[in-house]
């Protein structure tokens, strides 16, 4: 993989190379760029590795990772087009820039792979979903998906289905979020104390999280599991029915991935 340069070390450009450097990889192989140098100085003494420009970091890595959130793509892409050796890999983790916007912009034949992770990566658990460009090779895949495999888990698919991706998974830890927030809000109602009801709750997610990612079982035979007749939880389930909680995740998410395809055809308009 050479060396690899993060271009933006904010929130998921620092849990990537926080997730490098657990991963075995060396501090002298990796490279950030940040504009605030106080930033850059806070992150060269935690994690001991050198802040670059633009320019250093295109002649220096084999492998440039851009963090940067989508709305301040066009002064890196700027900067980095006439820098970039041929060689280079680029890997997008910008949400909703598709490839194509990329390569207009970099030299021609560059590699690029657009990923989508995360947050749950700040805690090396990321779910990311990578998609080649029309210059990206299988091993340019497979580069990367070993890159992403330090912070979590990682699939590929067409780039056609990362609106969806986006809706499912880039989104999903909020759905959790929000589910666990109204879950504590119900211990509140039934009178247990605050910090109560949220250890009771975070740790049956995490619970629960784990039986499926160890393959306890499929979630409808888990949850059957626990449904006993005339029990407690066929009581909680008939409610989530009535209240339309099923349909409601559908179209959720079905909004969301609309709102990711509304974007792109934006940022596809430039
Ligand atoms: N967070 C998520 O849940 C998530 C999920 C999926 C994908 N992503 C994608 O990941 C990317 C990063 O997101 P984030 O949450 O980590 O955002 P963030 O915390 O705002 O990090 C972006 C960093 O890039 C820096 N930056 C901007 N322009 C720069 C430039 N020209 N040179 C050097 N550094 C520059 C920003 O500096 P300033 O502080 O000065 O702006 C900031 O430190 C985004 O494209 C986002 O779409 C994020």
Known sequence: MGTIAVLGAGKIGEALLSGLLS????????????????RA???????GITNVTIEEAAARADLLVIAVKPQDIDPVLAELAP??????????????????????????????????????MLVGEAMSAVSPGSHATREHVQTVTELLSCVGKVVEVPESQQD?????????????????????????????????????IVQSAVGAAKMLDEGAGHPVLLREAVTSPGGTTINA????????????LLAA??????????????????
């Open 23 to 38: 991963g075995g990889r060396s501090a002298e192989d990796l490279l950030f760029t940040e504009r605030h140098p106080e």
């Open 41 to 47: 100085a806070e992150l060269e003494s935690r994690y």
């Open 83 to 120: 820098l970039l050796r041929p060689s280079s890999l680029v890997v997008s983790l910008c949400a909703g820039l598709p490839t194509s916007l990329f390569e207009r912009r970099l030299p021609p034949n560059t590699p690029v792979v657009r990923v989508m992770p995360n947050t749950p």
């Open 164 to 200: 969806a991706v986006t809706a499912l998974s880039g989104s999903g830890p909020a759905y959790f979020f929000y589910l666990v927030e109204a879950m504590i809000d119900a211990g509140i109602l039934l009178g247990l104390p605050r910090a109560v009801a949220e250890r009771l």
């Open 237 to 248: 389930i008939r409610e989530l029915e009535n209240h339309g909680v099923r349909a409601a």
């Open 253 to 270: 998410i079905e909004a969301a991935r609309d709102r990711s395809v509304e974007l792109g055809r934006a940022q596809q308009q430039d």
